[in-house]
Protein backbone atom coordinates (compact mmCIF):
# COMPACT_ATOMS: atom_id res chain seq x y z
CA UNK A 1 0.00 0.00 0.00
CA UNK A 2 2.87 2.68 -0.21
CA UNK A 3 2.24 5.18 -2.33
CA UNK A 4 6.55 4.85 -4.14
CA UNK A 5 4.82 1.24 -5.83
CA UNK A 6 2.30 2.58 -7.54
CA UNK A 7 2.75 1.41 -11.42
CA UNK A 8 2.64 3.40 -14.25
CA UNK A 9 -0.79 3.98 -15.25
CA UNK A 10 -2.42 2.57 -12.55
CA UNK A 11 -4.15 4.66 -9.49
CA UNK A 12 -2.71 5.36 -6.11
CA UNK A 13 -2.84 2.84 -3.61
CA UNK A 14 -6.34 2.29 -1.51
CA UNK A 15 -8.25 0.46 1.20
CA UNK A 16 -11.12 -0.93 -0.80
CA UNK A 17 -14.44 0.13 1.19
CA UNK A 18 -17.54 -0.61 -1.09
CA UNK A 19 -17.90 2.74 -3.43
CA UNK A 20 -15.01 4.46 -1.48
CA UNK A 21 -11.58 4.45 -1.45
CA UNK A 22 -9.67 4.74 1.09
CA UNK A 23 -6.72 6.87 1.33
CA UNK A 24 -4.61 7.87 4.34
CA UNK A 25 -1.63 10.89 4.50
CA UNK A 26 2.14 9.23 3.98
CA UNK A 27 0.24 6.07 3.42
CA UNK A 28 -1.22 6.43 0.28
CA UNK A 29 0.02 9.68 -0.68
CA UNK A 30 2.74 12.12 -0.13
CA UNK A 31 2.31 15.31 1.63
CA UNK A 32 2.87 18.56 -0.65
CA UNK A 33 4.02 21.41 1.15
CA UNK A 34 3.47 23.39 -1.53
CA UNK A 35 -0.46 22.64 -1.33
CA UNK A 36 -0.53 22.49 2.38
CA UNK A 37 1.16 26.35 2.91
CA UNK A 38 -1.62 27.57 -0.15
CA UNK A 39 -4.11 26.15 2.43
CA UNK A 40 -2.82 28.10 5.45
CA UNK A 41 -3.45 30.96 3.61
CA UNK A 42 -6.51 30.13 1.95
CA UNK A 43 -8.50 28.99 5.06
CA UNK A 44 -9.44 33.32 4.89
CA UNK A 45 -12.20 32.69 2.30
CA UNK A 46 -13.94 30.01 4.61
CA UNK A 47 -13.59 31.98 7.29
CA UNK A 48 -15.96 34.45 5.20
CA UNK A 49 -19.06 31.94 6.15
CA UNK A 50 -18.74 33.19 9.59
CA UNK A 51 -20.72 36.68 8.19
CA UNK A 52 -23.23 34.61 6.51
CA UNK A 53 -24.23 33.15 9.60
CA UNK A 54 -23.96 36.10 11.84
CA UNK A 55 -25.58 38.37 9.22
CA UNK A 56 -28.71 35.30 9.33
CA UNK A 57 -28.45 33.35 12.09
CA UNK A 58 -27.65 35.70 14.80
CA UNK A 59 -24.53 33.52 15.43
CA UNK A 60 -21.69 34.76 17.93
CA UNK A 61 -17.99 35.15 16.31
CA UNK A 62 -16.75 31.96 18.36
CA UNK A 63 -20.15 29.82 17.99
CA UNK A 64 -20.13 30.77 14.05
CA UNK A 65 -16.47 29.65 13.91
CA UNK A 66 -17.41 26.25 15.22
CA UNK A 67 -19.99 25.92 12.05
CA UNK A 68 -16.56 26.59 9.80
CA UNK A 69 -14.46 24.33 11.36
CA UNK A 70 -16.58 21.57 11.48
CA UNK A 71 -17.59 21.91 7.52
CA UNK A 72 -13.65 22.04 7.22
CA UNK A 73 -13.15 18.32 9.02
CA UNK A 74 -15.92 17.00 6.39
CA UNK A 75 -13.56 18.69 3.26
CA UNK A 76 -11.21 16.22 4.49
CA UNK A 77 -14.01 13.10 3.72
CA UNK A 78 -13.46 13.49 -0.09
CA UNK A 79 -9.75 12.60 -0.47
CA UNK A 80 -10.32 10.20 2.37
CA UNK A 81 -12.95 8.64 0.61
CA UNK A 82 -11.52 8.06 -2.94
CA UNK A 83 -13.14 11.48 -4.79
CA UNK A 84 -10.32 13.54 -6.21
CA UNK A 85 -11.41 16.91 -5.49
CA UNK A 86 -10.86 20.06 -3.45
CA UNK A 87 -14.76 20.35 -1.78
CA UNK A 88 -16.10 23.95 -1.56
CA UNK A 89 -19.32 25.96 -0.73
CA UNK A 90 -22.32 25.78 -3.07
CA UNK A 91 -21.47 29.79 -3.63
CA UNK A 92 -24.11 30.51 -6.44
CA UNK A 93 -26.91 28.75 -4.45
CA UNK A 94 -26.01 31.25 -1.65
CA UNK A 95 -28.27 33.77 -2.08
CA UNK A 96 -31.03 31.14 -2.54
CA UNK A 97 -30.78 30.13 0.37
CA UNK A 98 -30.37 33.43 2.20
CA UNK A 99 -33.74 34.23 0.25
CA UNK A 100 -34.95 30.86 1.60
CA UNK A 101 -34.38 31.40 5.37
CA UNK A 102 -34.91 34.79 5.16
CA UNK A 103 -38.91 33.88 5.13
CA UNK A 104 -38.73 32.83 8.50
CA UNK A 105 -38.11 35.22 11.53
CA UNK A 106 -34.82 34.56 13.36
CA UNK A 107 -34.52 32.20 16.08
CA UNK A 108 -35.67 28.83 16.15
CA UNK A 109 -37.69 28.72 13.16
CA UNK A 110 -34.79 30.20 10.61
CA UNK A 111 -32.89 27.51 12.09
CA UNK A 112 -35.48 24.85 11.43
CA UNK A 113 -35.84 25.67 8.38
CA UNK A 114 -31.88 26.00 7.63
CA UNK A 115 -31.74 22.45 9.01
CA UNK A 116 -35.06 21.18 7.07
CA UNK A 117 -33.58 22.32 3.94
CA UNK A 118 -30.00 21.21 4.40
CA UNK A 119 -30.90 17.82 5.26
CA UNK A 120 -33.28 17.88 2.56
CA UNK A 121 -30.77 18.31 0.25
CA UNK A 122 -28.47 15.60 1.77
CA UNK A 123 -30.78 13.14 1.44
CA UNK A 124 -31.74 13.82 -2.38
CA UNK A 125 -28.00 14.13 -3.18
CA UNK A 126 -27.29 10.78 -1.49
CA UNK A 127 -30.56 9.15 -2.95
CA UNK A 128 -29.21 10.14 -6.26
CA UNK A 129 -25.57 8.82 -6.09
CA UNK A 130 -27.11 5.33 -4.52
CA UNK A 131 -29.42 4.94 -7.52
CA UNK A 132 -27.24 6.94 -10.51
CA UNK A 133 -30.44 9.48 -11.68
CA UNK A 134 -28.91 12.24 -11.43
CA UNK A 135 -27.98 13.36 -14.88
CA UNK A 136 -31.37 12.06 -15.38
CA UNK A 137 -33.35 14.38 -13.15
CA UNK A 138 -31.44 17.85 -14.12
CA UNK A 139 -31.70 16.29 -17.88
CA UNK A 140 -35.54 16.92 -17.12
CA UNK A 141 -35.22 20.22 -16.22
CA UNK A 142 -35.90 22.35 -19.56
CA UNK A 143 -33.17 24.69 -20.77
CA UNK A 144 -34.56 28.09 -19.75
CA UNK A 145 -35.70 27.10 -16.09
CA UNK A 146 -31.93 25.83 -15.92
CA UNK A 147 -30.90 29.28 -17.43
CA UNK A 148 -33.29 31.25 -14.68
CA UNK A 149 -32.39 29.95 -11.92
CA UNK A 150 -28.53 30.03 -12.40
CA UNK A 151 -29.21 33.75 -13.37
CA UNK A 152 -31.32 34.61 -10.74
CA UNK A 153 -28.84 33.56 -7.90
CA UNK A 154 -26.14 35.33 -9.82
CA UNK A 155 -28.39 38.45 -9.67
CA UNK A 156 -29.17 37.72 -6.32
CA UNK A 157 -25.92 37.91 -4.96
CA UNK A 158 -25.23 41.31 -6.11
CA UNK A 159 -28.65 42.45 -4.57
CA UNK A 160 -27.32 41.13 -1.06
CA UNK A 161 -24.19 43.16 -1.65
CA UNK A 162 -25.74 46.47 -2.78
CA UNK A 163 -29.24 46.58 -1.02
CA UNK A 164 -29.73 48.68 1.55
CA UNK A 165 -28.12 47.66 4.91
CA UNK A 166 -25.99 45.75 2.92
CA UNK A 167 -22.14 44.95 2.95
CA UNK A 168 -21.75 47.84 0.62
CA UNK A 169 -23.01 50.73 2.84
CA UNK A 170 -20.59 49.04 5.21
CA UNK A 171 -17.13 49.34 3.15
CA UNK A 172 -18.01 50.71 0.35
CA UNK A 173 -14.27 52.48 -0.53
CA UNK A 174 -12.87 48.96 0.07
CA UNK A 175 -15.43 46.82 -1.77
CA UNK A 176 -15.04 49.03 -4.24
CA UNK A 177 -10.84 48.56 -4.59
CA UNK A 178 -10.99 45.10 -3.66
CA UNK A 179 -13.53 44.06 -5.80
CA UNK A 180 -11.85 45.78 -9.19
CA UNK A 181 -8.44 44.29 -8.12
CA UNK A 182 -10.06 40.52 -7.94
CA UNK A 183 -11.85 40.98 -11.29
CA UNK A 184 -8.43 42.52 -13.04
CA UNK A 185 -6.90 39.59 -11.46
CA UNK A 186 -9.03 36.64 -12.59
CA UNK A 187 -11.47 37.73 -15.74
CA UNK A 188 -9.16 40.58 -17.32
CA UNK A 189 -7.16 40.46 -20.55
CA UNK A 190 -4.32 42.34 -20.10
CA UNK A 191 -3.94 40.28 -16.88
CA UNK A 192 -3.68 37.34 -18.89
CA UNK A 193 -1.02 38.55 -21.26
CA UNK A 194 1.49 38.97 -17.74
CA UNK A 195 0.60 35.53 -17.03
CA UNK A 196 1.95 34.58 -20.32
CA UNK A 197 5.29 36.07 -19.56
CA UNK A 198 6.04 35.58 -15.99
CA UNK A 199 5.37 32.64 -13.30
CA UNK A 200 5.26 34.60 -10.36
CA UNK A 201 1.79 36.67 -12.01
CA UNK A 202 0.59 32.61 -12.88
CA UNK A 203 1.31 32.07 -8.85
CA UNK A 204 -0.42 35.48 -8.24
CA UNK A 205 -3.41 34.57 -10.11
CA UNK A 206 -3.90 31.26 -9.16
CA UNK A 207 -4.09 32.22 -5.27
CA UNK A 208 -7.67 33.09 -6.53
CA UNK A 209 -9.79 36.10 -4.43
CA UNK A 210 -7.05 35.44 -1.49
CA UNK A 211 -4.83 38.55 -3.14
CA UNK A 212 -7.81 40.72 -2.54
CA UNK A 213 -8.64 40.22 0.29
CA UNK A 214 -5.34 40.56 1.82
CA UNK A 215 -5.16 43.87 -0.16
CA UNK A 216 -8.82 44.42 1.81
CA UNK A 217 -6.97 44.25 5.54
CA UNK A 218 -4.98 47.25 4.84
CA UNK A 219 -7.42 49.41 2.55
CA UNK A 220 -10.53 48.67 4.93
CA UNK A 221 -8.79 50.53 8.20
CA UNK A 222 -7.04 53.14 5.73
CA UNK A 223 -10.53 54.32 5.36
CA UNK A 224 -12.10 54.28 8.24
CA UNK A 225 -14.21 51.29 7.21
CA UNK A 226 -12.42 48.53 9.48
CA UNK A 227 -10.12 48.42 12.48
CA UNK A 228 -6.43 47.52 11.95
CA UNK A 229 -6.49 43.52 12.39
CA UNK A 230 -5.37 43.46 16.44
CA UNK A 231 -2.52 39.91 15.25
CA UNK A 232 -3.25 37.41 18.37
CA UNK A 233 -1.15 34.81 18.84
CA UNK A 234 -1.89 30.72 20.44
CA UNK A 235 -5.01 28.78 19.03
CA UNK A 236 -8.79 30.06 18.26
CA UNK A 237 -11.69 28.67 20.79
CA UNK A 238 -15.04 27.68 18.92
CA UNK A 239 -17.92 27.39 20.98
CA UNK A 240 -18.92 24.32 19.96
CA UNK A 241 -21.12 23.89 23.24
CA UNK A 242 -23.15 27.07 22.41
CA UNK A 243 -23.40 25.82 18.82
CA UNK A 244 -24.98 22.36 19.96
CA UNK A 245 -27.32 24.08 22.54
CA UNK A 246 -28.80 26.91 20.63
CA UNK A 247 -28.58 26.12 17.03
CA UNK A 248 -29.17 22.76 16.11
CA UNK A 249 -31.45 19.35 16.63
CA UNK A 250 -29.51 18.65 19.88
CA UNK A 251 -30.94 21.76 21.57
CA UNK A 252 -34.07 23.00 19.60
CA UNK A 253 -35.71 20.06 19.00
CA UNK A 254 -36.55 18.07 15.22
CA UNK A 255 -38.33 20.45 12.33
CA UNK A 256 -41.70 20.43 11.69
CA UNK A 257 -42.70 18.84 8.27
CA UNK A 258 -43.89 22.00 7.22
CA UNK A 259 -40.04 23.08 7.06
CA UNK A 260 -39.64 20.25 4.97
CA UNK A 261 -42.23 20.81 2.40
CA UNK A 262 -41.36 24.37 2.77
CA UNK A 263 -38.11 23.53 1.67
CA UNK A 264 -38.34 21.49 -1.33
CA UNK A 265 -38.36 24.33 -4.00
CA UNK A 266 -35.38 25.67 -2.82
CA UNK A 267 -33.98 22.43 -2.40
CA UNK A 268 -34.47 21.84 -6.22
CA UNK A 269 -32.74 25.13 -7.65
CA UNK A 270 -30.17 23.89 -5.26
CA UNK A 271 -29.41 21.17 -6.75
CA UNK A 272 -29.34 22.49 -10.61
CA UNK A 273 -26.47 24.45 -9.41
CA UNK A 274 -24.56 21.55 -7.60
CA UNK A 275 -24.83 19.29 -10.61
CA UNK A 276 -23.19 21.92 -12.65
CA UNK A 277 -20.09 21.32 -10.03
CA UNK A 278 -20.12 17.96 -10.77
CA UNK A 279 -19.47 17.52 -14.14
CA UNK A 280 -17.03 20.88 -13.99
CA UNK A 281 -14.93 18.43 -11.95
CA UNK A 282 -15.09 15.54 -14.41
CA UNK A 283 -14.14 18.29 -17.30
CA UNK A 284 -10.92 19.24 -15.34
CA UNK A 285 -9.94 16.04 -13.98
CA UNK A 286 -10.09 14.88 -17.87
CA UNK A 287 -7.62 17.59 -19.01
CA UNK A 288 -5.04 16.23 -16.34
CA UNK A 289 -5.87 13.18 -17.49
CA UNK A 290 -4.10 13.84 -21.43
CA UNK A 291 -1.02 14.58 -19.41
CA UNK A 292 -0.68 12.88 -16.28
CA UNK A 293 -0.42 9.36 -18.05
CA UNK A 294 1.08 7.74 -15.05
CA UNK A 295 -1.69 8.12 -12.62
CA UNK A 296 -5.21 6.97 -13.24
CA UNK A 297 -7.30 9.12 -11.45
CA UNK A 298 -11.10 8.07 -10.78
CA UNK A 299 -13.44 10.11 -10.35
CA UNK A 300 -17.14 8.79 -9.71
CA UNK A 301 -20.13 11.31 -9.52
CA UNK A 302 -22.26 8.30 -7.59
CA UNK A 303 -19.52 8.49 -4.80
CA UNK A 304 -19.00 12.36 -4.95
CA UNK A 305 -22.71 12.81 -4.33
CA UNK A 306 -22.52 10.16 -1.24
CA UNK A 307 -20.06 11.93 0.05
CA UNK A 308 -21.14 15.93 -0.09
CA UNK A 309 -24.71 14.17 0.78
CA UNK A 310 -23.53 13.09 3.91
CA UNK A 311 -21.34 15.83 4.55
CA UNK A 312 -24.78 17.95 4.65
CA UNK A 313 -27.07 15.60 6.38
CA UNK A 314 -24.13 15.60 8.91
CA UNK A 315 -23.71 19.21 9.24
CA UNK A 316 -27.84 19.43 9.06
CA UNK A 317 -27.45 17.98 12.72
CA UNK A 318 -24.03 19.15 14.30
CA UNK A 319 -23.64 22.58 12.73
CA UNK A 320 -26.54 23.88 10.20
CA UNK A 321 -24.58 26.07 8.08
CA UNK A 322 -25.62 28.49 5.12
CA UNK A 323 -22.89 28.06 2.76
CA UNK A 324 -23.71 24.26 2.57
CA UNK A 325 -21.32 21.14 1.60
CA UNK A 326 -20.46 21.53 -2.60
CA UNK A 327 -18.99 18.98 -4.27
CA UNK A 328 -16.12 21.69 -5.81
CA UNK A 329 -14.01 24.77 -4.87
CA UNK A 330 -13.51 25.54 -8.69
CA UNK A 331 -10.79 28.24 -8.41
CA UNK A 332 -8.22 25.95 -6.17
CA UNK A 333 -9.19 22.36 -8.29
CA UNK A 334 -8.02 24.71 -11.26
CA UNK A 335 -4.80 25.53 -9.31
CA UNK A 336 -4.43 22.04 -7.90
CA UNK A 337 -4.77 20.71 -11.46
CA UNK A 338 -2.38 22.65 -12.76
CA UNK A 339 0.52 21.79 -10.39
CA UNK A 340 -0.60 18.40 -11.03
CA UNK A 341 -0.04 18.76 -14.59
CA UNK A 342 3.57 19.98 -13.89
CA UNK A 343 4.62 16.23 -13.58
CA UNK A 344 5.35 13.44 -10.84
CA UNK A 345 8.06 15.56 -9.49
CA UNK A 346 5.67 18.28 -8.67
CA UNK A 347 3.03 16.51 -7.03
CA UNK A 348 3.39 12.98 -6.78
CA UNK A 349 -0.52 11.90 -6.59
CA UNK A 350 -3.38 13.79 -6.98
CA UNK A 351 -5.01 12.98 -3.59
CA UNK A 352 -1.51 14.29 -2.18
CA UNK A 353 -2.25 17.45 -3.55
CA UNK A 354 -5.84 17.41 -2.73
CA UNK A 355 -5.12 16.15 0.55
CA UNK A 356 -2.73 18.15 1.59
CA UNK A 357 -4.16 21.83 0.49
CA UNK A 358 -7.20 20.82 2.51
CA UNK A 359 -5.07 19.92 5.67
CA UNK A 360 -3.42 22.85 5.08
CA UNK A 361 -7.16 25.31 5.40
CA UNK A 362 -8.13 22.78 8.45
CA UNK A 363 -4.64 23.85 10.34
CA UNK A 364 -5.09 27.89 9.74
CA UNK A 365 -8.68 27.72 11.13
CA UNK A 366 -6.76 26.48 14.23
CA UNK A 367 -4.50 29.47 14.27
CA UNK A 368 -5.05 32.10 15.86
CA UNK A 369 -3.21 34.67 14.53
CA UNK A 370 -4.55 33.19 10.62
CA UNK A 371 -7.56 34.37 11.89
CA UNK A 372 -6.99 37.37 14.13
CA UNK A 373 -5.58 38.58 10.35
CA UNK A 374 -8.77 38.69 8.97
CA UNK A 375 -11.46 38.67 11.63
CA UNK A 376 -12.07 42.56 10.85
CA UNK A 377 -12.72 42.26 6.90
CA UNK A 378 -14.86 39.24 6.75
CA UNK A 379 -17.58 40.83 5.11
CA UNK A 380 -14.69 42.19 2.72
CA UNK A 381 -14.30 38.74 2.00
CA UNK A 382 -17.94 37.59 1.85
CA UNK A 383 -18.74 40.26 -0.66
CA UNK A 384 -16.02 39.79 -3.17
CA UNK A 385 -17.08 36.31 -2.85
CA UNK A 386 -20.43 36.80 -3.65
CA UNK A 387 -19.78 39.25 -6.45
CA UNK A 388 -17.28 37.32 -8.15
CA UNK A 389 -19.86 34.33 -8.61
CA UNK A 390 -22.32 36.98 -9.15
CA UNK A 391 -20.66 37.36 -12.30
CA UNK A 392 -19.83 33.93 -13.36
CA UNK A 393 -23.60 32.64 -12.62
CA UNK A 394 -24.85 35.21 -14.68
CA UNK A 395 -22.43 34.60 -17.33
CA UNK A 396 -23.09 31.06 -17.00
CA UNK A 397 -26.93 31.50 -16.70
CA UNK A 398 -27.38 33.02 -19.99
CA UNK A 399 -25.29 30.82 -21.78
CA UNK A 400 -27.81 27.76 -20.37
CA UNK A 401 -30.21 29.16 -22.86
CA UNK A 402 -30.64 28.41 -26.18
CA UNK A 403 -33.02 30.64 -27.75
CA UNK A 404 -34.09 34.28 -27.58
CA UNK A 405 -37.70 32.75 -26.15
CA UNK A 406 -35.29 30.88 -23.35
CA UNK A 407 -33.73 34.20 -22.35
CA UNK A 408 -36.75 36.09 -22.21
CA UNK A 409 -38.54 32.69 -19.70
CA UNK A 410 -35.07 32.97 -17.43
CA UNK A 411 -35.48 37.08 -17.27
CA UNK A 412 -38.70 36.19 -15.80
CA UNK A 413 -37.73 33.52 -13.65
CA UNK A 414 -34.60 34.87 -12.70
CA UNK A 415 -36.49 38.53 -11.86
CA UNK A 416 -39.41 36.39 -9.40
CA UNK A 417 -36.31 33.74 -7.79
CA UNK A 418 -34.87 37.06 -6.65
CA UNK A 419 -38.35 38.62 -5.51
CA UNK A 420 -40.36 35.33 -4.08
CA UNK A 421 -38.53 32.90 -3.81
CA UNK A 422 -37.74 29.25 -5.67
CA UNK A 423 -41.34 28.29 -5.49
CA UNK A 424 -42.96 30.85 -7.38
CA UNK A 425 -39.67 31.26 -9.66
CA UNK A 426 -40.56 27.56 -10.49
CA UNK A 427 -44.45 27.91 -11.20
CA UNK A 428 -43.57 30.47 -13.56
CA UNK A 429 -41.01 28.67 -15.26
CA UNK A 430 -42.97 25.95 -15.51
CA UNK A 431 -46.07 27.66 -17.28
CA UNK A 432 -44.20 30.34 -18.95
CA UNK A 433 -42.37 27.37 -21.01
CA UNK A 434 -45.63 25.14 -21.14
CA UNK A 435 -47.50 28.13 -22.69
CA UNK A 436 -44.78 29.20 -25.69
CA UNK A 437 -43.40 25.35 -26.06
CA UNK A 438 -46.43 23.03 -25.80
CA UNK A 439 -45.51 19.67 -26.28
CA UNK A 440 -41.90 20.72 -26.64
CA UNK A 441 -41.67 21.70 -22.98
CA UNK A 442 -38.90 19.64 -22.05
CA UNK A 443 -36.97 19.88 -25.63
CA UNK A 444 -37.45 23.43 -26.14
CA UNK A 445 -35.63 25.30 -28.89
CA UNK A 446 -32.59 26.20 -30.19
CA UNK A 447 -32.44 29.35 -32.38
CA UNK A 448 -28.20 29.43 -32.84
CA UNK A 449 -28.55 32.82 -31.23
CA UNK A 450 -26.24 31.67 -28.65
CA UNK A 451 -23.23 29.56 -28.43
CA UNK A 452 -20.82 27.77 -25.81
CA UNK A 453 -17.54 28.97 -26.07
CA UNK A 454 -16.84 27.51 -22.89
CA UNK A 455 -16.93 28.53 -18.82
CA UNK A 456 -13.35 29.35 -18.23
CA UNK A 457 -14.79 32.08 -15.64
CA UNK A 458 -16.86 29.99 -13.79
CA UNK A 459 -13.60 27.69 -12.79
CA UNK A 460 -12.25 30.84 -11.60
CA UNK A 461 -15.18 31.54 -8.94
CA UNK A 462 -14.70 30.69 -5.37
Known sequence: MNWKKRRYGEETSYIPAGPFKIR?????????????????????????????????LGMPFDVALAVVILNGLLYLAHHLLGDPVIPGWITPAVPLLVLFVGQFPEGPDRVYALVAFQLTLGILSILLGMTGLASKVVRLVPNAIKSGIILGAGIGAVVSIFEVGGKFDLFPYTISICIGFAFYLLFSKSFGKLKMRNKVWVFIGNLGILPAILLAVFVAPIFGEAKWPDIQWGFSSPDFAALWSDYTVFGLGFPALTFFLSAIPAVFATYLVVFGDVLKTKALLSESDKVREDEKVDYNPNRAHLIFGGRNVIMSFIGPDITMCGPLWAAMQVVVVERFKNGKKAMNSFFGGAGSFRWGTNTGLFLLPVVSLVEPILGVALALTLLVQGYVSVRVGVMQAKSQRDLGIAGVVAAILVIKGAGMAFAAGILLCALLYGKDFFKGENDKTFTNHGEEEESKAS
Open 24 to 56: LPFVHYRFEWPDYVQGLLMCAVDLGAITLLADH
